[in-house]
């Protein structure tokens, strides 16, 4: 039972960082319909700024990560900006495309200007661990969790209570009659992409001082994230966070206890997301109405 | 008394709580043009979709040549005879006017890609498809890529390829929308064109001068049902059918 | 049929006047080629966004493999049976898909894709592990040992009988009905296109053909390993079909030539990083020629 416990902090953990990523696809695609699998790349790119800022110049852990997260927003603008907003007129798999060469474009960036073995860094609370009776689990663990619940809860209230949380939904509805109400297509627009490299970064900077910043980790959270997504469904935000926690359960489970090898717990988001999408696209959860 | 090619029976179509077509029954015959009118939301989009076969129907028949072709899929319906154009444009971006017109001609080849015949039948198709585009009179824009082409010249394209697929039916579902009053007299040279050649003609139409002139017999719909059947001038003075429009423009002002 | 065979005859004369290292490099492009023109059909003309290309090289190219030299099976049989096996995951993989909105078969192919990698290396004795298999030979047909040069005549034909499949049913009806299921699946239908169909079929068939070149390319370097099969090649695949041209053959040619060409002029400058150059090619294509390469000839035989 402790066993399951310990493993049971560990997988939430995890399944916050797949719902970070999940919830990144999701600004972007409520407002555009677009797909975009650089995200991975996003998380990743903030894994290394966190080693630049924080493991080799050892800045102030707070300090450091909020310029990391307020870089990443500036580099989801610029994404927009250059791979998204040029082909507005075209097919919507123009701009899935081009994501995928700025998936590519990045993942080299980064491996040019970076030593190519995994690089440390820093925990924010060291490596101790709490313990809540009979839960536990390392200090990072329920600090990846803690920032988590906030992220969304803050996505949340900003969907459902905010003006511009309105208007991304008005958005996501229809394009056509949003432009005419006098919604700003490009700023929302704009706005989801810097929100989404955002919250992809703070994943990458959360689960980044367990595995360390390589430059190959953005693919798989990519197909992790977007299996969460496609688990908890598009709709709503809370989707996102649940997905990412079923993945993780299950994925942990089964290298805790199923009587398979370990390399095979790679193919359990592959073949979720396989399942899910024959069995049902749509998610679990359903938009509202 | 020419043959019935469609018959409509008790056609009922709901979309939750709402009835958007209520036991309609009417029919069209070989060479004949059938309009279809009435006010906005009257249930003819609902009942040209019913019969294109893009949704299931909630109870009725539709029989074509005979047959029920309720619950078929749009591709078999094409295949039995029963060719539509479409309201907003639809061309195959991708290809010139006379690929878009083959493309129409799909269930008239029987050849496998790599037999024989396939070859001659191309040809075949070819000159035939030659032939419509002249028809509707896109002649010189055979090679013409289909984003050149006006709105105008889009509508005639749609024509020159549901006609392509050699159909017994023409579904025409509001050809006149959008057109110059030059287009339209074309446009109304060709369907009676076609209804000519024995093709039955199923035409849905708000333009009622459009309409009127050119149907050999009129269908009202109001609220999913059929309020009126009969010649154009029997409908232009039916009280019933000026309700309709009038009331329904009332309602609108409120 | 005469231009194929002077075609023929020109390209599988070649290898017999190169030395071995650009043989080498010669078959290898011829590979890419076969591959470009299969997924330039199924992106290209039909418009399905798919990343299981690759995968099915590797089906064919391990399925001959493992029936070959694992379970004695004479080689004839074990191509059928390759391309049976390819077959059958096709569908398996397509027909469910084609129930499903536009990008969800290419979510779906993407997965595919990386199971298959995790299947090559936990697969042990069967598969190889992560090593893959090794140190086989092709069987002599009839007495002959097919090797070299002879052997690059081989994939010539694979090339060319790709081309010759893919020419004929492009400019048949069914080609037709792809592009019309790519431009507008809706029109296509109400014009008698069995829509799922066409894409099943499109995506069996350009599955097969990849299928049968990775049986070919089993036998080049005489071995198969996992990373060859994954993901960053089946991206390289869609950059080289988007940088040269999709929808046009000449464009999936130039494109896989000019991509698997240029790592090789450009590693001075670059050295490994080449993706780099590839990712910027191909947003470059997108974003300001989206016909590829063999638009930019188009529009400067215009203007001449």
Redesign the interface.
């Known amino acids: 039972m402790q066993d399951f416990l310990e493993l049971a902090v560990s997988a939430t953990a995890s399944g916050c960082v797949y719902g970070l990523i999940a919830l990144a696809y999701l600004l972007m695609i409520r407002p555009t319909g677009i797909?975009n699998f650089a995200v991975g790349e996003w998380a990743m790119v903030a894994a290394f700024g966190g080693h630049l800022l924080l493991s080799r110049y050892e800045w102030n852990y707070a300090v450091g990560m909020a310029l990391v997260l307020g870089f990443m927003f500036a580099v989801g603008l610029v994404t927009e900006r250059?791979?998204v907003r040029?082909?507005v007129r075209?097919p919507i798999?123009?701009p899935?495309?081009?994501l995928?060469?700025?998936?590519?474009?990045t993942?080299?960036?980064i491996?040019?200007s970076f030593p190519p073995d995994p690089l440390p860094v820093p925990f924010p609370f060291g490596i101790g661990r709490l313990e809540f009776g009979p839960v536990g689990g390392s200090y990072q663990n329920f600090f990846i969790i803690g920032l988590t619940l906030l992220t969304f809860v803050a996505a949340w209230l900003f969907f459902e209570k905010t003006l511009w949380g309105k208007a991304f939904e008005a958005v996501a509805l229809n394009r056509r009659a949003a432009a005419l109400m006098g919604i700003n297509l490009s700023r929302v627009t704009a706005f989801s992409f810097g929100a989404g490299a955002a919250v992809a970064g703070l994943g990458g900077l959360l689960v980044s001082p367990n595995v360390s910043a390589h430059y190959l980790m953005g693919?798989p959270l990519a197909?992790q994230g977007?299996?969460a997504l496609?688990i908890g469904g598009v709709g709503r935000v809370e989707g996102a966070l649940l997905g990412g926690l079923l993945l993780a359960f299950a994925e942990q489970l089964t290298i805790r206890y199923a009587p398979i090898?370990g390399?095979?717990a790679?193919?359990v988001?592959?073949?979720f997301?396989?399942v899910f999408?024959?069995v049902r696209?749509t998610g679990l959860l359903r938009a509202k109405a | 008394m020419k043959t019935k090619i469609l018959e409509i029976k008790n056609l009922t179509k709901r979309f939750g709580g709402l009835t958007a077509v209520a036991g309609l029954d009417f029919e069209v015959r070989e060479g004949e043009i059938l309009g279809m009118i009435g006010p906005n939301g009257a249930g003819k989009s609902t009942t040209f979709n019913l019969i294109a076969g893009a949704y299931p129907a909630s109870g009725g028949e539709v029989r074509f040549a005979g047959e029920n072709i309720l619950g078929l899929p749009p591709h078999r319906i094409a295949a039995r005879g029963v060719l539509r154009t479409f309201q907003h444009n639809r061309p195959f971006s991708g290809m010139s006017v006379l690929e878009n017109v083959l493309v129409g001609a799909h269930t008239q080849f029987r050849g496998g890609v790599f037999s024989a015949k396939a070859r001659e039948e191309e040809a075949q198709r070819r000159r035939r498809a030659q032939e419509l585009i002249e028809f509707v009179g896109l002649g010189e824009l055979r090679e013409a890529d289909v984003g050149t082409l006006s709105f105008g010249q889009g509508r005639l394209l749609e024509i020159a390829r549901a006609l392509a697929g050699e159909p017994k039916l023409m579904l025409f579902d509001e050809p006149a929308a959008g057109l110059t009053p030059a287009e339209l007299e074309r446009l109304a040279g060709i369907i009676r064109g076609i209804a000519a050649r024995g093709i039955a003609v199923l035409l849905i139409e708000h333009d009622m001068h459009f309409l009127l002139p050119l149907a050999h017999r009129v269908v009202v719909l109001n609220f999913g049902a059929k309020i009126a059947d009969g010649l154009p001038d029997d409908i232009r003075a039916n009280p019933a059918v000026t309700e309709a429009y009038l009331g329904s423009s009332h309602a609108a002002a409120r | 049929m005469i231009r194929f065979l002077v075609a023929f005859i020109v390209l599988a004369a070649a290898p017999f006047f190169l030395g071995d290292y650009h043989n080498d490099v010669y078959r290898k492009m011829l590979l890419w080629i076969a591959l470009a023109l299969g997924y330039n059909f199924l992106f290209g003309i039909c418009g399905q966004v798919a990343f299981s290309h690759f995968a099915f090289y590797g089906i064919g190219a391990y399925s001959v493999v493992i029936l070959l030299f694992q379970l004695s099976v004479p080689l004839p049989l074990a191509i059928l049976l390759g391309i049976g096996i390819c077959v059958l995951v096709a569908l398996a993989v397509a027909i469910p898909s084609t129930r499903l909105e536009g990008f969800y078969l290419a979510l779906a192919t993407l997965a595919l894709a990386q199971l298959f990698v995790v299947i090559l290396n936990e697969g042990g004795a069967v598969t190889g592990g992560t090593g893959g298999i090794a140190n086989y030979r092709l069987p002599s047909i009839f007495g002959f040992q097919v090797r070299g040069p002879w052997y690059t005549a081989v994939i010539v034909l694979l090339v060319l009988f790709t081309y010759w499949i893919l020419a004929r049913l492009d400019r048949s009806w069914f080609g037709r009905a792809c592009r019309a299921v790519r431009d507008n699946p809706e029109a296509a239908a109400a014009m008698g296109v069995d829509v799922a169909r066409t894409k099943v079929i499109a995506f069996t068939l350009t599955s097969a053909l990849a299928g049968i070149a990775g049986m070919v390319y089993a036998f080049v370097d005489n071995t198969v390993n996992p990373p060859i099969f994954g993901l960053d090649n089946a991206f390289l695949l869609l950059f080289m079909v988007i940088v040269g041209g999709s929808g046009r053959h000449a464009g999936a040619v130039i494109g896989a030539a000019l991509l698997f060409l240029l790592p090789f002029w450009l590693s001075p400058i670059v050295g490994h990083h080449h993706v780099l150059v590839f990712g910027v090619l191909m947003l470059a294509a997108i974003l300001l020629q989206p016909q590829g390469l063999i638009g930019v000839f188009d529009s400067i035989r215009r203007k001449l």
């Open positions: 797909i250059v791979a040029p082909l075209q798999l123009a899935i495309l081009a995928l060469g700025v998936l590519v474009v993942r080299e960036l491996s040019v693919v197909i977007f299996t496609v090898p390399g095979y790679q193919g988001p592959l073949l997301l396989i999408l024959v696209p």
